[in-house]
């Protein structure tokens, strides 16, 4: 029985715990700093908003751990003695392990700019984070977020939930466009203006300035504009926090550097998650996923792998999905930013403007290689299925009907679409036949 | 090209924002509200009272002649006291003790009605729209007053709120609910001012005049309708709440209040015809069963109607579309709690425990009601010579207990301190026995969508019912619950669009999730035979 010690309680480490504790008896001890219990990152934004209180993000209630013999240490990690295979914590104990799993997360992103360390100056990442942010918005006149990603507009929905006006300052012309195509980044950027979020395209910051009292009395932006406000959100992304290995014989980029089964260059020490960067022989560049879905992937794999059976963390067909606003968004397979040599695309939205869907396809054999969609709930199994399948334009357009997964009685735009493809494509393709609506009641 | 290259400009600024605390409508429909339930807070303390045993007009029919004339001592004199009036009755009536408990109040409600003098009873049009008119008309206006805000989910600031989070005004509402119960179901004597303003509207729909049953039966009624209004503002984004709403209305306006009234008013048995045994655990004692079988061919039609609704409907539907169709679209306690319960939804208790006592409580209020069905029909068929009078004493017991106690003043009143299915998660028998179809042979399911889930916990939070939803959504498992009664809302709240309401082949409902272990050696199988 070995001791392994996960360093990082988020999604990453504790797929990775509960992984090893399904197939093998081993001690398994996770540090966490930021709290006593995992809670899900990605409902930070809900503690703030009201929709729910801390306790609700816990995944798992608090008995499920001394349950599962999953031992929880809040302490945080000032150095690893890799001879020894010894760490030691802030409150001066040291603690040694067998194997070492890293899953200590992201840092946000600071580029340098003058104020950047000010009072009433956050990021949005940790609990700590949360709780700092209802300090810092205690009864301010008004807000500015730097950085139009999805953390930003996530910071800017929850202000406005306090009635704090906001002013979103991106560096992109269209929201998000560096990720989007034009089309889906005006439609959310017309959301973001519909939630009277004072959105600055294209702006960047040059300064935030300090009041007399030392706090944040406003920025000033390359367009020359000089914004008073009193919290300063800087959401420009987020990096991997690498500060407890980066001086040591663990090798680092960007990230921890793993190889594809998560394992860094000194043995018996893994990573896996946010802070993980895993290396892509022939690319320039090597992978960073930051995503909810690929912390528990790897945290997957590597459970396997630490219990003894060497597993290659594949990614698998892309996903991901998020929330704008009141805009859901999902994306299936890779849809680029800017049109590819060789790509047709098909796209549609409707005239309210809420709900569109991109679809990516070869322009020679029309073979289906990524969608995006906003406001209509499409199934996974079904749109994996047709990108493994490599289904072709016809079919995918054909077969609509069957991926949509809106809760019942929602408006069906599938015929409307595929209307919109014939008119594009000149075809005459017809929707699949659902069955109606009292056949389904009674199939 | 493009829908999206037609965006004119004047789309892209900043629109006015619509949050921004209370609006002037909206705090003018709080202010009526307020006004209107003070004033029908107050009505239970307006008028004097005086027998005059010449105008005793609705006690005549009620109370018997003998015990009327033993009244003459008292006949004349006024008091200003609710109480002394009672009392005064009370120890000329029954000063031997004679009379049984439930037949003293019934002589006491219509004795006190008839006795009232004052404002209410000189004008009870005036006083029924000053409380009751006033209250409806603010609850709409203030729900009203959201109506330009933007369509999508509208939880913020819940668990800040007083009202829904167990703060003083939650508590405080929660305990006027609990005594209000109380009042109605064992002190309605009262409560006789308050009655005698719904008076006129009873005598329009039912030629009746007004009891404690007529008041509480057009309250809940349209409690359902204006909170049904705030229903249809908060998911105006949401055909399916919009759809569940209005069934849920139209079953409590219909089925419960409008036809049982109208049967009244042509003197026949009245009954409310969604109302599924053993939910209505009246149905089959001794004296409804005589009832309806002295009633010609309409007791007999609903004798029939009520037993096939029990027997063949209720488990075929449930088959059908699962637990919903009757506990989230057409049941009056669960129209109530999906309409006035909805604000507390997220109180209801998520633990493991809590899931353990449920299930012990749920069924044992089963068992309770079955073994006093079965105590009633052969008492009724052997004439009483088996069981005798404990059938009357279980009776009485569970119409204490369950009926009243746990139904009314726990299940409405606990609204705010523990959400607003209590009773239905933990003492509807009916709900236990749909419960049962619907985990054992249903086509009902709610399928998850793939690793979508980022176990947020919404849809847990969210869930009335207590159902951890996130547990099964994060592993990918469909959710097959005996409790769950399709609400729908943890599908609307999940910011992914993980979870789905579905009527599928039932034998394809359970997705078996596999554990890495079982995969592994599948895999492993594959190779072997492969090799």
């Known amino acids: ?443 | 090209m493009s829908t999206a290259q037609q965006h004119s400009n004047s789309d892209f600024t900043p629109a006015h924002s619509h949050h921004g605390g209370l609006s002037a409508m909206r705090l003018v429909g709080l202010i009526l509200f307020l006004v209107g339930m003070a004033t029908f807070t107050a009505t239970i303390f307006l008028g004097n009272y005086q027998i005059d045993l010449a105008r005793l007009d609705q006690a005549s029919e009620k109370v018997p002649a003998e015990v009327i004339e033993k009244l003459s001592p008292i006949a004349g004199k006024t008091f200003d006291s609710k109480v002394e009036m009672l009392n005064a009755i009370e120890s000329s009536i029954n000063a031997d003790g004679s009379i049984q408990p439930y037949q003293l109040g019934v002589y006491k409600l219509w004795l006190m009605k008839d006795a009232l003098r004052g404002p209410i009873a000189d004008n009870p049009w005036l006083w029924f729209l000053l409380s009751v008119g006033l209250a409806s008309l603010g609850g709409i206006l203030f729900h009203m007053a959201q109506r330009n805000t933007l369509p999508g989910i509208k939880h913020d600031h819940i668990w800040f709120s007083s009202m829904m989070n167990r703060g003083i005004i939650g508590i405080l509402t929660g305990t006027y609910l609990i005594l209000f119960y109380i009042l109605l179901y064992w002190n309605a004597e009262y409560f006789t001012n308050t009655i005698t303003m719904f008076d006129p509207i009873s005598q329009f729909i039912r030629n009746l005049p007004a009891d404690q049953w007529f008041l509480y039966g057009f309250l809940y009624t349209m409690t359902i309708v204006v909170m049904g209004v705030r229903m249809f503002l908060k998911y105006r984004h949401n055909n399916y709440h919009l759809i569940r709403t209005a069934s849920i209305i139209f079953f409590q306006f219909g089925f419960a209040f409008l036809l049982p009234s109208l049967m009244e008013r042509f003197s026949q048995p009245s009954m409310d015809l969604k109302n599924a045994w053993p939910l209505n655990y009246s149905f089959f004692m001794d004296w409804n069963l005589s009832s309806l079988l002295s009633s010609g061919n309409f007791g007999l039609f609903l004798l029939v109607w009520g037993t096939i609704l029990s027997v063949v409907l209720v488990p075929l539907f449930t088959y059908l579309y699962g637990k919903r169709w009757y506990c989230s679209w057409v049941c009056g306690c669960g129209g109530l709690a999906e309409t006035l319960g909805d604000p507390y939804r997220q109180l209801s208790n998520k633990g493991v425990k809590a899931w353990q006592v449920e299930r012990i409580m749920i069924h044992s209020v089963l068992v309770f009601a079955v073994i006093m069905t079965v105590m009633q029909i052969v008492n009724y068929t052997s004439g009483g010579a088996i069981f005798g009078d404990y059938t009357w004493r279980v009776n009485q017991t569970y119409s204490f207990l369950i009926g009243s106690a746990f139904a009314g003043v726990v299940g409405t009143g606990f609204y705010p301190f523990m959400g607003n299915r209590v009773w239905c998660r933990f003492g509807c028998p009916l709900a236990a026995i749909l419960g049962i179809v619907q985990k054992i042979k249903s086509r009902f399911v709610i399928t998850t969508n793939g690793g979508q889930c980022i176990s947020c916990g919404n849809c847990s939070t969210y869930c009335e019912m207590g159902i951890d939803v996130r547990w099964y959504a994060q592993r990918g498992q469909n959710i097959i619950r005996n409790s769950c009664v399709g609400c729908g809302v943890c599908a609307a709240v999940c910011p992914r669009g993980v979870l789905r309401l579905e009527n599928v082949n039932p034998d394809e409902r359970f997705n078996v999730v596999l554990d890495d272990e079982v995969l592994h050696s599948v895999e492993n199988l594959k190779k072997e035979i492969a090799a």
């Open chain 1, 1 to 443: 029985m070995a001791h392994i010690v996960i360093i990082g309680n988020g999604i990453a480490g504790i797929t990775t715990a509960r992984h090893i504790r399904k197939r093998s008896d081993h001690h398994i001890t996770v540090i966490s700093a930021e709290t006593d219990h995992f809670f899900s990152r990605t409902a930070l934004m809900y503690i703030y908003m009201g929709h729910m209180t801390y306790e609700h993000t816990k995944p798992y209630e608090d008995h499920f751990w001394s349950k599962n013999r999953i031992d929880l240490l809040r302490a945080y990690v000032n150095a690893i003695d890799i001879e020894k295979k010894a760490l030691s914590l802030g409150d001066g104990r040291t603690i040694s392990y067998d194997k070492l799993v890293l899953a200590t997360g992201s840092q946000s992103n600071k580029f340098g700019w003058p104020g950047q360390d000010l009072p009433g100056v956050q990021g949005l990442y940790s609990y700590q984070d949360l709780e700092l942010l209802e300090e810092n918005t205690e009864n301010i006149q008004r807000a500015v977020i730097v950085g139009g990603g999805l953390i930003g507009i996530e910071l800017a929905e929850m202000l406005a939930t306090r009635d704090i006006p906001v002013t979103f300052l991106i560096r992109e012309e269209w929201y998000w466009d560096n990720i989007l195509p034009i089309e889906e980044a005006k439609l959310v950027t017309r959301h973001v203006y519909e939630h009277g979020i004072d959105l600055r395209r294209s702006t960047n910051l040059v300064e935030i300035l300090a009041g007399d009292d030392g706090r944040v009395r406003g920025i000033t932006t390359d367009q020359g504009e000089e914004i008073s406000c009193q919290l300063v959100g800087l959401t420009p992304g987020v990096h991997p926090n690498i500060d407890l290995v980066k001086d040591s014989p663990v090798e680092t980029g960007r990230g921890v550097l793993v190889n594809d089964y998560l394992e860094t260059n000194v043995p018996d020490i893994y990573a896996c998650g946010d802070c993980a960067e895993i290396i892509v022989e022939g690319e320039a560049r090597n992978r960073i996923e930051q995503l909810w879905y690929t912390g528990r992937m790897q945290g997957q794999a590597l459970g396997r792998t630490i219990c003894g059976e060497r597993t290659f963390y594949e990614r698998g067909l892309w996903f991901n999905s998020a929330k704008f606003m009141d805009i859901e968004y999902q994306t299936y397979g890779f849809v680029p930013n800017r049109p590819r040599e060789g790509d047709a695309q098909f796209y549609w939205e409707d005239e309210g403007h809420r709900h569109c869907l991109k679809i990516i396809y070869n322009q020679s054999d029309k073979v289906v290689t990524g969608m995006n969609v906003f406001g209509i709930r499409m199934s996974q199994d079904v749109w994996h299925r047709w990108l493994k399948e490599k289904r072709d334009i016809n079919f995918v357009m054909t077969h609509l009907p069957e991926a949509n997964f809106d809760p019942e009685f929602y408006k069906a735009f599938e015929g409307e679409i595929i209307e919109a493809f014939n008119r594009q494509a000149g075809t005459n393709l017809q929707p699949s036949r659902q069955p109606g609506f009292f056949q389904r009641l009674f199939a």
